[in-house]
Antibody, heavy 123, light 108 residues
């Protein structure tokens, strides 16, 4: 059964760089998209970006200038870096596995999620 | 458009049927996926594609789509279904993912 285990620094100061890693266990790394999603306290889910096994990335426009998602297929890991953090970046950060399908229309879904990492930005 | 719109809150009496909706232009090209999130937990996929349930999801959960609106229906809501529900889809360009703002479901 596939599992995602994530880790990274939980307390940052403004202007520092957030760094998280997500390891994939029990499944091939290829054939999927690997996403980062965050959730500020008391708010909804926000997609940050994704990467596939070939290193092709997509980022949400509002964060694109500060985000880097990378993959290390040899370790079945992918990572998130978010630079110049502020208090607005305080959130629970999740990694997730995404898949495409087609049935009349295309569809995309995230069927495996990490447990989440709480990141707090405070001076 | 890259937005998905959900009602912020919906309530249902125990054992009754409730429909949670999600509207957005991208839903004319993509089926939505639906996630249940309980406090302190990661989101859980409950519906994807035309109307597919992952293993372990009760069959009281179903999905449908018409035009720019996707719906999640819970037939015979149970107390344990009380949670936040989020819809999700690729945007119209296909390059990005978007989430709805979430619907808080209360089971009375």
């Amino acid at each position: 059964q596939v599992q995602l285990q994530q880790w990274g620094a939980g307390l940052l100061k403004p202007s520092e760089t957030l760094s998280l890693t997500c390891a994939v266990y029990g499944e091939s790394f290829s054939g999927y998209y690997w996403s980062w999603i965050r959730q500020p306290p008391g708010k909804g889910l926000e997609w940050i970006g994704e990467i596939n096994h070939s290193g092709i990335t997509n980022y949400t426009p509002s964060l694109k200038s500060r985000v880097t998602i990378a993959v290390d297929t040899s370790k079945s890991q992918f990572s998130l870096k978010l630079s110049s953090v502020t208090a607005a970046d305080t959130a629970v950060y999740y990694c997730a596995r995404g898949r495409y399908g087609i049935s009349d229309y295309y569809y995309y879904y995230m069927d495996v999620w990490g447990k989440g990492t709480t990141v707090t930005v405070s001076s | 458009s890259s937005e998905l719109t959900q009602d912020p809150a919906v309530s249902v009496a125990l054992g009754q049927t409730v429909r949670i909706t999600c509207q957005g232009d991208s839903l004319r090209s993509y089926y939505a996926s639906w996630y249940q999130q309980k406090p302190g937990q990661a989101p859980l996929l409950v519906i994807y594609g035309k109307n597919n349930r992952p293993s372990g999801i009760p069959d009281r959960f179903s999905g449908s789509s018409s035009g720019n609106t996707a719906s999640l229906t819970i037939t015979g809501a149970q107390a344990e279904d009380e949670a936040d529900y989020y819809c999700n889809s690729r945007d119209s360009s296909g390059d990005h993912l978007v989430f709805g703002g979430g619907t808080k479901l209360t089971v009375l």
